[in-house]
């Protein structure tokens, strides 16, 4: 008989008591079929999970009751010692698929260095977010949402190896420990390798959730180790697999070329007869917004289609599609925006912030901008499509989240989601670039070309064509009034943020409530300042925008902070000072602060003359993204009139953590993507086109930019916060009040190479 | 048309003004070398062609007659390249890995010139670009090689 556990129990409450009564296996027969069809090793053991997380957080859809799931994710332990584990988190660099494999490791007693590790496919008993009800890879969720979850299916499975061995070896499982991999018999000094064990435990009945125990912390081997990641090999000799790299028997490709702006369709195409005559050329084809060639390689299929003249039909605006106006340019719509007199929305208001300005000793203002910004991750969207005889469709694409894009192809093409198989190789960095976006994503063409061939399509979106299409970070233009007392402190708030947030821009239409990540990161702040008014003067935008790393928070605190920093200028406080004031009796923060501030030396504003010669200062700012905090110093100088950042010292307490080699690589690429904003990165518009259509016009961080990052991993034992994108949003801000400070002038606009400086 | 990549002579059916790139990748079906920008800006497709560092995607196979191509592939067999990419792993360099073939390609090329470069010699070669900013891990490791170089 095949083993398999159900972990039922109510989405509430803590601990074990989250764990009621394992429910009756169901269903054997046809469990068993799924699994050999998905090519599991005879004789591995396999643990499907029922999904109890942890309470459904605030912002999480209600827990649903308690069910048991009909095809279980697995965990296969084959005959040679080593582990098959499906995670249902993506890997994009991030590190999820070690830090699954530290934590199942963990507690199933089993070096993760063993663990081979695929993402998952779509699926309901991969929906492990939230009591069951989701899946996505973003929100830097993966380990905070799944920690528990995953302890539990590590422990399961040791714990049915374990009776196993009992059995094998004629014993009380009591008698029995384990080491990694193996079962021991310390009395007779006998044991068995997990591989040898891997079959009989299959007989084994699954352990009641009561009879499961968890690891103490204190004896952890793996989890809170620097432990090496799993796919650095693969990474360093170019085996690792991306969607772009997919390829099936009989596969044609295609390259596109989308309607210069979105909204307008393709009308006659004027010299179709003679670019099929190109080589390699299999067929041409009109798309919905697009044309494209297919070949059988890519290169063909790309010189073709960008030799095709086709007379765009401009239907004009339509409730449809998000229209891109011939006349639309970011420098006139940032005017745009910056003209507007409302008061907008309130997302948040405490005290009265209309006495306390009119009562104020001094009124600060300042307008702050951000700008669009691509994901520019570095594999370009792609997407394989196959029909298949059984009337099934196999995908191979990036995606953070394979039963969305199960749904939306289902309602697309009329196939049952289940007949649609979502297969997701690694993430050539995504960043929020591939959720589900109407506009935004090449699977639909892979779809429709593969129809009309017949044949397998794997359709590649070149660099120029995607950054006509990748939804962008939101641009806003923001406004902020603070209220000073008499003796400088601020204690009044009152902004108004001109924009459309990114879930607004992504449904094409105001939600019922305000955009929660519209405003992110100026609402929520832990500071004491007592009467605050903090609005959203909703704009539509015709750009299609996009979640972006940290979303909202990304550009949020570079104005919050930018501005504190104004706020403590002009009441002349210096800004360490003002923010440790403004935290009083906030013990996590006021901690983090200061072990950013030691980590940096001891704090020193400047200006000072550095070792070298050149003039320095350096900035502070703080963030509380995603449900971990940080807190961060730059040093910057003045080279040629543009700006240099030498050092970033960078306290993160995510409450605790799996793995602080992890850590230091993500609060590393958080900071290299936030100096890319800051620093270099920006999205223009004009005459309703890209002004940049690749690397050589869009500017992202390059190697001499990048600054030496020195991380302080605080673990404040609050709740598990996030760690992918929390370091990002207090780089910016950092940044710019260290170039405020040097250069005498505040800095409200990003990116910085946008002006000129003098130290 | 032949080619002799990673030590073997390949005959290639490509025209001459297909780039290497797609040459290897689609024709040969070799996919560790990337594709990011196809116009030699991000350094996704570095290879070496005779020992020096090559942007696949605008180089021409016609015009590789007689040259020596190699590619991430056949890293781990050559001596320097082994070393680079045992310094990657030790370092944890990649993220999400996409840029990291170019970026072991742009090492070996390095190294096989200056077996021991200093960090302005690594500023001025280390030029692809990475999203992950995985740029500290890449000087960490190539300092450490340089450094086990004057050792
Ligand atoms: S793909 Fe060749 S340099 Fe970017
Ligand atoms: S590791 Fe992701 S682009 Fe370099």
Known sequence: MMARIFLDGPANGSGDERFAAPAKPVNLSRRRFLLGSAGVATGALVLGFGIPVGPARAQGPAAPAPKALDVPAFLEIRPDNTVRFLSPFMEGGQGAF???????????????????????????????????????????????????TMRRLGASARAMLVSAAAQRLGVGA?????????????????????????????????????????????????????????DMHAKSTGQAMYAIDSQVENMLQAAVQHAPRLGLQPGAIRNEAAVKAMPGVHSVHTLDGAVAVV????????????????????????????????????DAFTQHLSSQTGRGEEAETAGDSAAAFASAAKVVEGEFTSQYLHHAQLEPPSTLARFNDDGSLDLWMPNQGPEIFQAAIAAKTGLAPEKINIHSPLLGGFFGRHFQYTWGNPYPHAIALAKATGRPVKVIWSREEEFLRDPMRPMAVVKFKGALDADGWPVGLDVVSVCEGPGEGIANKRGEKLDESALEGI???????????????????????????????????????????????????????????????????????????????????????????????????????????????????????????????????????VNPAIVEAQVNSAVALGLSQVLVE?????????????????????PEQMAKVHVKIVESGAEMGGIGEPPLPAIPPAVANAVSVLTGKRVRVMPLSKESFEA | MKLEINGEMRELDAEPEMPLLWALRDVLGMTGTKYGCGIAQCGACSVLVDGVVTRSCVTPVGSLEGSKVSTIEAMEQDAVGQKVVEAWVKHQVPQCGYCQSGQVMAAVSLLKENAAPSEEDVRASMQNLCRCGTYNAIHAALSDLAGQENA
Request: hydrophobic share 40%; proline share 5%; glycine share 10%.
């Open chain 1, 295 to 330: 070949a059988p390689y890519w290169w063909h299929a790309r010189q073709a289609v960008d030799a095709l003249d086709v007379d765009w039909q401009d239907p004009g605006e339509s409730e449809d599609v998000r229209y891109m106006p011939a006349d639309f340019a970011t």
């Open chain 1, 523 to 657: 609402t929520a702040k832990s500071y004491a300042i007592p009467n605050r008014r903090i609005a959203q003067l909703f704009v539509k935008n015709p750009t299609t925008l996009a979640y972006w790393r940290s979303v909202g928070n990304s550009m949020n605190d570079f104005f919050y902070e930018s501005f504190l920093d104004e706020m403590a200028d002009a009441g002349g406080k210096d800004p360490y000072a003002l923010r440790l004031k403004l935290l009083e009796g906030n013990e996590r923060l006021t901690t983090l602060l200061n072990a950013a501030v030691e980590l940096s030396g001891g704090w020193k504003r400047g200006p000072f003359t550095a070792a070298d010669g050149t003039r320095r200062a350096r900035g502070i700012a703080m963030a509380s993204p995603f449900g971990s905090e940080a807190a961060a110093v730059a040093e910057v100088s003045i080279q040629d009139g543009q700006v240099v950042v030498h050092d970033v010292w960078e306290a993160i307490d995510p409450g605790s953590i």
């Open chain 1, 682 to 702: 920006g999205a223009e518009y004009e005459a309703g086109m890209p002004v940049a259509r690749n690397f050589d016009v869009y500017q992202i961080l390059r």
């Open chain 1, 98 to 148: 070690t830090a699954m494999a530290q934590i199942v490791g963990e507690e199933l007693d089993m070096d993760p260095a063993v663990f081979e590790v695929e993402a998952a496919p779509a699926g309901k008993v991969f929906q492990v977010m939230f009591g069951g009800t989701m899946r996505i890879t973003g929100g830097s969720m993966s380990v905070r949402t799944s920690y528990d």
């Open chain 1, 174 to 230: 009591d008698t029995l420990t384990t080491e990694p991999g193996k079962v021991i018999h310390a009395a007779s000094g006998r044991s068995l390798s997990y591989g040898e064990l891997a079959e009989g435990a299959l007989d084994m009945g699954v352990p009641e959730a009561g009879r499961i125990s968890l690891k103490d912390p204190k004896d952890f081997r793996w989890i809170g180790k620097p432990v090496a990641r799993i």
